[in-house]
């Protein structure tokens, strides 16, 4: 049996912190527009590709032509906030990507993300050599919950979809994971909120073998890892 095997990660949430950039980029983008748009909204629709968020803000004149010349701009300013202030990864994200890396692990990025910001993400964060695909929104024709962006990533890696572990913070995405038939950790505030084969508030609090264990089924002994940690 292949003893290959692969991590594929989302970004805005799991691995950064990257909320308040995009609520930035998006509020001030469609001030430009004449639309204003709440936290709230913003909020609910963090993580969803542009062409899925903008026909709700814009309504009738929500055109293919403005949809593209709006997205655009809204991620031209979020990779310039990016590009002014940096960016910090998530507690344990660093470590967890090197330490993958290191165990021989494939690892891709699967985002609703342009490729451009996430380029931009992966060089602030000094992480490009750690990945050996990259899955964009401009890859895939259906956002999440379909699995098309998992299995995409997959396929570029050359790993089956049994051999890959997910990591989401979003319950489209682990939704996509468990339609794509591959296991899936859960991390973030809303962790508890996630039907993931594992959940972890921060990736710093997972066992040094979770991800061998959970890939094995073994999610009862990460659990009991992850707890006899935290007493």
């Known amino acids: 049996m292949s003893r290959t095997r692969a991590v594929l990660w989302d970004m805005d949430g799991t691995l950064i912190d990257s909320e308040e950039f995009h609520w930035l980029a998006w509020k001030q983008t469609m001030a430009d527009e004449g639309v204003a748009i709440t936290r709230d909204e913003f909020l609910a629709s963090f993580g969803q590709r542009n062409d899925s968020i903008l026909p709700r803000w814009l309504g009738s004149v929500a055109t293919p032509e403005a949809i593209e010349r709006i997205g ?37 990025i699967a985002s609703a993300a342009p490729r451009d910001n996430i380029e931009v993400i992966l060089e602030a964060l000094g992480a490009s050599d750690l990945f050996q695909a990259i899955v964009a929104a401009e890859d895939v024709h259906k956002g999440k919950p379909d699995p098309e962006v998992f299995l995409t990533a997959a396929s570029k890696l050359g790993v089956a979809p049994k051999r890959c572990i997910v990591v989401e913070d979003a319950a489209a995405g682990i939704e996509g994971a468990r339609r794509a038939g591959m296991r899936s950790i859960g991390v973030g505030r809303n962790e508890k909120s996630l039907a993931a084969d594992l959940i972890v508030k921060t990736l710093d609090l997972l066992s040094p073998n979770s991800f061998e264990l959970l890939l094995l089924g073994d999610e009862e002994t990460v659990a009991a890892d992850m707890h006899d940690r935290s007493t």
């Open 72 to 108: 655009n701009a809204k991620e031209e300013r979020y990779r310039a906030f990016v590009r002014e202030h940096g960016m910090s990864p998530l507690p344990g994200a660093a470590g967890w990507l090197r330490r993958l890396h290191g165990e021989g692990w494939r690892q891709a």
